[in-house]
């Protein structure tokens, strides 16, 4: 950084725009962000790259825009440019005025309009199911964007202005393949957004849908080559839009799925990057520790740190350097820039403890000053809750760090629901005791209305597999899924058991398989009701289990106890000899002042009968209320049977 310079920004006035030449792109290759709207609270800082750009003198012509500072980067290639928005400034086009040994050359900038309301947008909440998909492997409703070859992409939607190539395309579609390209796009997604929201999901992450060109494997998309272009073979940045908008119709919310801590080494800037420090360079290479204890161990040695910060996490994906201000400064306003551009309802940033932590609670304050109300859930892969509850914003951290992020995901629970629901023959700490255990511990994380509960994602084994097939344990997971307090998290095909690929050594493709009925000649079609009915044997529960799925979060969306309500839970014992072990059960009621829900796990290969005298603190018995799954009348008192393996779920008044 010692190399920087801060350039002179004065001079003479706006030269007339009419009497220079438009920048070709042997002159500017690309400037990001590609527009940049009025009235907004975050800097803007635009990133100039052409070649010996940094030569030039920059001005601006056109009131209400003034540029404050250039600053000229290791690269000659790079400028950076401070870029004042008054209060007073105009939609329109405005002109950067590019000077050099008496030549001039201008690029024409847009500033937008902001929708209204847009500052005070609202996001996903406790009141929302979320239902992630892979893109690459839902469902294929464009033939024409799937081979390899070079794409003219623009800045603007009427692909006016500025256009350049992105490279060619290398990872070509193969959908015998399990690591290659499938083919799924926007297109497919906008296609079945009735079936998403019939589910009952009220708002869609997809994993990263920007350009992903690895030579291989770049289907999961979180290897980004361009942070400003949505992948051709997904679609462009216009449809992206036009998804967001068909959701929002659908009553579906659209959460981004962003990578702040590593890039793709297929990335424009890698071959050329503006500082040497711009991503950690390690020679010879380092990878990441995954030790996200370095930042709470009062013990830890710098080395762990360093390792933990500044290694890859792959040799594909370059670990990008968040204390570099520049890089810090870039990454804030793209987040803010897609927000805004796209319409978006929230942020799920991966990999989050693999960042420096002080510059990200640095990007979450920034992007939350431009959206109060925006959620952004953090993917904390951490099984030790106290280490979990770190990275939520405000928890009272000893060391004073404060990560300014609203949510985190719920791995302790996603563990425990799958240790439990496999274990049979249980004592003191095993079986349902493991879900009540975490539960527990929620006195530890600062809000619990921010928590991101789930039992599978695009990173875990298919849970039908863990489950081995069993259609029992999977209605289990889906009750608990439903009904306890944070905000759930659906995996594309979980409602349908879906299995992994027993075809392929790969463990990452055998999980993220195709959606049955998302590619033209499918011979099995799990969109419609007439296709899950008729499914062949592999799918013989898929039926059942989306009716059943479809019910409760249907149910769950009109519940202000699950959505609002505080939790009482019970744990059972019994004798067995002379030792006293868990029953294998686990129940609780989520409940406000005027509602109250009633669960009961049975994880038991017999029948349970209520003693309803366990839960007289809460209510005497005997109470009436709805089966949700049924929704007959049900009276909860002494003597009545939950069947094996399975959830008995009540909705009552109080």
């Known amino acids: 950084m010692a190399s920087l310079a801060l350039a ?20 500017i290759a690309r400037v990001e962000p590609l527009s940049w709207w009025v009235g907004m609270k975050t800097p803007l800082q635009l990133l100039v790259q052409g070649p010996d750009i940094s030569a030039c003198d920059v001005n601006v012509s056109g009131e209400g825009l003034r540029v404050k500072a250039v600053h000229r980067a290791a690269s000659p290639d790079y400028l950076f440019v401070d870029v004042e928005v008054a209060a007073s400034a105009k939609p329109g086009t405005y002109y950067f005025i590019f000077t050099r040994e008496g030549e001039s050359f201008k690029y024409a900038y847009q500033l937008r309009e902001r929708r209204k309301g847009s500052a005070q947008r609202e996001s996903f909440t406790t009141a929302d199911m979320v239902y992630l998909i892979m893109p690459d492997r839902f469902a294929d409703s464009d033939a024409t964007n799937e081979e390899g070859f070079s794409h003219i992409v623009s800045p603007y939607d009427d692909g006016s202005e500025h256009q350049w190539t992105i490279p060619f395309l290398t990872d070509k579609m193969d959908r015998k393949d399990p690591v290659a390209r ?12 009735d079936y998403i929201e019939d589910l009952g999901a009220t708002a869609i992450w997809c994993t990263p849908l920007l350009l992903d060109n690895q030579p291989a494997e770049s289907y999961h998309g979180y290897a980004c080559a361009d942070y400003y272009h949505i992948d051709p073979r997904f679609g462009d940045n216009a449809l992206y839009k036009t998804f967001v908008e068909e959701s929002h119709k659908h009553g579906l919310k659209v959460i981004m799925d962003i990578v702040t801590n590593h890039c793709g080494t297929a990335h424009w800037w890698m071959h050329n990057p503006p500082f040497k420090d711009w991503y950690h360079v390690n020679e010879p290479y380092m990878q990441m520790n995954a030790l996200f204890s370095v930042y709470m161990d009062p013990n830890a040695s710098k080395a762990d740190r360093d390792r933990q ?25 793209w987040a803010v820039w897609w927000v805004e551009y796209a319409d978006l309802d929230g942020l799920r940033v991966d990999t989050y403890p693999y960042n420096e932590p002080e510059p990200m609670s640095k990007w979450c304050k920034a992007v939350l000053e431009e959206y109060p109300n925006l959620n952004i859930v953090g993917e904390c892969w951490d099984y030790n809750i106290p280490q979990l509850a770190y990275w939520q914003k405000d928890n009272p951290n000893k060391n004073g760090f404060n990560s300014n992020l609203p949510s985190i995901m719920d791995f302790p629970l996603e563990h425990a629901i799958h240790q439990a629901l496999n274990e049979e023959q249980v004592y003191w700490d095993e079986g349902m005791t493991r879900v009540y255990t975490v539960l527990a511990q929620d006195f530890v994380y600062q809000d619990l209305s921010h928590m991101m509960t789930f039992f599978a994602n695009h990173d875990h084994a298919r849970t ?38 027993k075809d392929c050594i790969s463990h990452d493709g055998a999980k993220r398989i195709d959606f049955p009925g998302g590619w033209e000649g499918d011979q099995t079609n799990l969109f419609t009701a007439i296709g899950r009915a008729q499914a062949p044997a592999l799918y013989a529960q898929a039926a059942d289990l989306h009716d059943y799925t479809r019910t409760l979060f249907r149910w769950r969306k ?9 939790t009482l839970h019970f744990l059972s014992r019994r004798n067995e000899g002379a030792r006293n072990i868990t029953d294998n059960s686990y129940s609780y009621f989520r409940y406000t002042d005027k509602q109250a829900v009633f669960v009961y796990i049975n994880n038991n290969r017999q029948p349970r009968v209520l003693d309803w005298s366990h839960y007289k603190e809460f209510v005497e018995g005997p109470v009436t209320g709805t089966d949700v799954i049924t929704g007959e009348k049900v009276e909860l008192k002494d003597g009545l049977s939950i069947a094996p393996k399975s959830a008995l779920i009540v909705e009552f008044d109080r």
């Not at 002179?8 to 002159?27: M, V």
């Not at 499938?182 to 957004?193: R, V």
């Not at 081995?468 to 995996?491: F, H, S």
């Open 309 to 333: 910060e500044s290694g890859w996490f792959v040799p594909s994906m370059p670990d990008m350097n968040l204390d570099n201000p520049f890089v810090l400064r870039y990454f804030q306003q």
């Open 558 to 566: 009109g519940s202000d106890a699950v959505q609002n309500g505080k």
């Open 8 to 27: 002179a920004c004065g001079g003479p006035a706006p030269i007339d725009p009419p009497n220079l030449e438009d920048a070709s792109s042997d002159q």
């Open 464 to 501: 039908g597999d863990t489950f081995g097939a069993d259609p029992d344990k999977m209605k289990l997971a889906m009750a608990l899924l439903a009904t306890v307090r944070g905000i759930p998290q659906l995996y594309y095909g979980d409602e349908m058991m879906f299995l992994e690929r």
């Open 182 to 193: 499938h083919g799924g796009d926007l297109k497919g997604i906008i296609d079945h957004l």
